[in-house]
């Protein structure tokens, strides 16, 4: 009985090695999803905008895009955001997009698209 029971703890010990590589492969495609930018993910989720950006800026360079085609990827202000842009004088409506990316600590984020004659010169991101 003592011969089967090295054998047994090496099928144990394979097992919870596949299991824990499970889980890491899990959890790494999960985060590739959370980082990856789509446009349906950051319409539905504005929570998690944040993760995405990095990813938007590498698909979509903002910069040089008219300000059609930023609402046609990033979709239209919600009042919320336009609420924030009207109460800072550095982001004025007629030449702003904004766009809430989630929370960080207690602040909120926000992205800021500049634009000028239609084309976005630069953008930035801001807390409140």
Do not use: N
Request: negative net charge; glycine residues 6%.
């Amino acid at each position: 009985m003592k011969e089967k029971e090295p054998g047994k703890k090496r099928q144990l010990g394979i097992i919870l090695l596949f299991i824990l590589a499970g889980i890491i492969l899990f959890m790494l495609v999960f985060q590739l999803y959370r980082h990856t930018f789509s446009r349906q993910r950051w319409l539905d989720e504005p929570l998690y905008r944040q993760y995405m950006l990095s990813s938007l800026e590498k698909r979509h360079p903002l910069v040089g895009m008219t300000m059609e085609e930023a609402v046609a990827l990033l979709g239209e202000e919600d009042s919320r955001q336009s609420t924030f842009k009207r109460s800072d004088a550095a982001y004025p409506p007629e030449t702003t997009l904004v766009y809430y990316l989630g929370t960080e600590s207690a602040d909120d984020l926000w992205l800021i698209l500049s634009f000028e004659d239609g084309v976005c010169v630069s953008y930035t991101v801001d807390v409140t």
